[in-house]
């Protein structure tokens, strides 16, 4: 069975965590509250989700203590700059109610801000105990090889699925010990149809969904963090981590690369991927 928990460099992170895009106002609020009631200890959220307050207030108001969940959120490019990162940082811990952030990511590559500057502020952050550990977000292969030689890049949080070989980046992430945060683990819904899965789930008496999970969970260093927004789902998916593939289902599983589809490949701020 997969352990919950990732050791990362020293550092333990709950690898299954909740995720909250399109989340917003109350949906974020009690989303947050009843995952984290649920046993979810890992949240990912983002400044441009729009809901750092409300994921703030469910946090809160889960009675979870603040130092059980692992909190991620990520600066907007249009804060790559160090003076615009600090300030939209300190924007952000006001926002989520919070003294410090288990993780900060640059969410997409900045184009025309040096990375060593925005590497150089999140690690000044990471200094002065603002933030705990600091990473990136959409980095191909080479430029997260080239993040990694600059800072201590803790994630590299990309789009990951069966649907989607990350081979390289995963290559990438081992070199340095960089934990891949899986993102978009359905292929924002369109992997749970899939008979293969159907197939493996049938056999476990579980849902593609546990199995879409439990595929990624297996692989070192990797984390997932799906969205779901009603409760049971979330319960669903937080269960995947009772649930263990033989060798045989995680290659029949892996197998569906060949379909590569990527969902997240917005023009004007995807990279050149691998
Ligand atoms: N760094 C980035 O650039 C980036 C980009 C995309 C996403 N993310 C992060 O990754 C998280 C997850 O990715 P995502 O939201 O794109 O997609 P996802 O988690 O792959 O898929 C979410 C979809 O799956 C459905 N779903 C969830 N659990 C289910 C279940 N047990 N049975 C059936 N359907 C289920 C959800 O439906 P309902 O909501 O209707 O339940 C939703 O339509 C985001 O919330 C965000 O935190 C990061």
Redo the contacts with the bound molecule.
Sequence with gaps: MPSPILDVRGVSVPRLGF????VTGRAAREGVRDALQLGYRHI?TAKMYANEVQVGEGLRESGVPREEVWLTT?VWIDAARASDLRRSAEQQLTDLGVDRLDLLLL??PAPGVPLAETLGALAGLREEGLIRELGV??FPSALLREAAALAPVFTN?V?YHAYLAQDAVLAACHESSVMLTA???????RL?DDPVLGDVAAAHDA?P?QVALAWLLAQELVAA??????NE?RA??LAALELELSPEEHDRIGALRSRGIRT?DPSGLAPTWD
């Design positions: 995720g909250t895009w399109q990912d990520k969410h997409w977000s959409n949080q789009e993102y978009s683990p359905f292929a924002r819904g749970l849902t969904g963090i799906p969205k779901a927004s009603s789902r669903e998916n997240a």
